[in-house]
């Protein structure tokens, strides 16, 4: 079964400094991993996503995200928050045998204060 | 570019009474997808369309039905809505899920539904 745990219901950062927003996954094979964005009452949008090669993903608005095998994570940063960045941040795993079935976390809520 | 069109974006109903809540996208899409957003658990898929004419089962279809129209449009009915399909439903399209470059997904503004 595949599954995605997001372990911090929210993440408060100051205006400039780095952002961490933690995701570890649980697959049986290769992982197709993904990053979602949700600003209020808007549906989410795709940020990033983790297929096969580099570690290290870049996405939009400055976004990236590591994949790390060995600790099953596959976190997203940004070097620099900026107060837009305020949002519910969601990670998400393909199904592995149904590539229609996507099963997303709980998400974490990013708050970036001035 | 309206990419994908909710409709109702609210609504309120009595237990019991029914409704269909609409979905269309402009894009071209093969597939399509009904997710309910609850407090604290994310996205959960309700129904998928992985092409027009076919459709199939998520996680928690219980309660509810599907309409895939045409390429474009793929509705939700509830038949008789109850207090625990208070929810946010999210319609999403991608453009073909069985290719990873184009599996990723676009996902409408949503309809806030209470069920009193």
């Known amino acids: 079964a595949q599954s995605v745990a997001q372990p911090e219901d929210q993440v408060n950062v100051a205006e400039g400094n780095p952002l961490t927003v933690k995701c570890t996954y649980s697959v049986s094979g290769n992982p197709y991993l993904f990053w979602y964005v949700q600003y209020p009452n808007r549906g989410l949008q795709f940020l990033l996503k983790?297929?096969?090669?580099?570690?290290l993903v870049k996405g939009s608005y400055g976004f990236e995200a590591e994949f790390n095998k060995s600790q099953t994570s596959f976190h997203l940063k940004k070097p620099s928050a900026l107060v837009s960045d305020s949002a519910l941040y969601f990670c998400?795993?393909?199904?592995?045998?149904?590539?229609?079935?996507?099963?997303f976390g709980s998400g974490t809520k990013l708050n970036v204060k001035p | 570019n309206a990419g994908v069109t909710q409709n109702p974006k609210f609504q309120v109903l009595k237990t019991g009474q029914s409704m269909t809540l609409q979905c269309a996208q402009d894009m071209n899409h093969n597939s399509m997808y009904w997710y309910r957003q609850d407090p604290g658990m994310g996205l959960r898929l309700i129904y998928y369309s992985a092409s027009e004419g076919t459709t199939d089962k998520g996680e928690v279809p219980n309660g509810y039905n599907v309409s895939r129209l045409n390429k474009r449009e793929f509705s939700l009915r509830l038949e008789s809505a109850a207090p625990s399909q208070t929810s946010v439903y999210f319609c999403?399209?991608?453009?073909?899920?069985?290719?990873?470059?184009?599996?990723?997904?676009?996902f409408g503004a949503g309809t806030r539904l209470s069920v009193l």
């Open positions: 998400a795993v393909r199904g592995l045998y149904n590539f229609n079935k996507f099963y």
């Open positions: 983790y297929i096969t090669g580099d570690n």
């Open positions: 999403a399209s991608s453009e073909a899920a069985v290719t990873l470059a184009k599996n990723i997904q676009y």
